[in-house]
Nanobody, 122 residues
Framework: VQLQASGGGLVQPGGSLRLSCVVP????????IGWFRQAPGKEREFVAA????????STGDSVKGRFSISRDNAKGTVFLQMNNLKPEDTAVYYC????????????????WGQGTQVTVSS
């Protein structure tokens, strides 16, 4: 599964960003998509995931109420909308995927894309 993430950048605290992940085979074989992040010196952290049908999703505790995930299967793209960003959201964000007709937690992806840097700073 090819995964191409984009949309990262520098934003001030309280601002918003929307990350995109282009997945050419998004509609094939029950492709579920998730986002993870990793900050320097910290463990990799689950951010959000959405099932292949778009009918179920989940977000990590640290971003709940601020981040949301959605997918546009017609465009082959998954989005991560990030609002009210905080300095602690600074990290490299990775788009990931697995192929499973069922939505399992914790989300354990098989495929990883390259990361996109998000920096929250004034």
């Amino acid at each position: 599964v090819q995964l191409q993430a984009s949309g990262g950048g520098l934003v001030q605290p309280g601002g918003s960003l929307r990350l995109s992940c282009v997945v050419p085979e998004l509609t094939l074989d029950y492709t579920n998509i998730g986002w993870f992040r990793q900050a320097p010196g910290k463990e990799r952290e689950f951010v959000a995931a959405v099932i292949w049908s778009g009918t179920r999703s989940s977000t990590g505790d640290s971003v709940k109420g601020r981040f949301s995930i959605s997918r546009d299967n017609a465009k082959g793209t998954v989005f991560l909308q990030m609002n009210n960003l905080k300095p602690e959201d600074t990290a490299v964000y990775y788009c990931t995927a697995d192929r499973n007709p069922y939505y399992e937690t914790p989300f354990s992806p098989t495929y990883w894309g390259q990361g996109t840097q998000v920096t929250v700073s004034s």
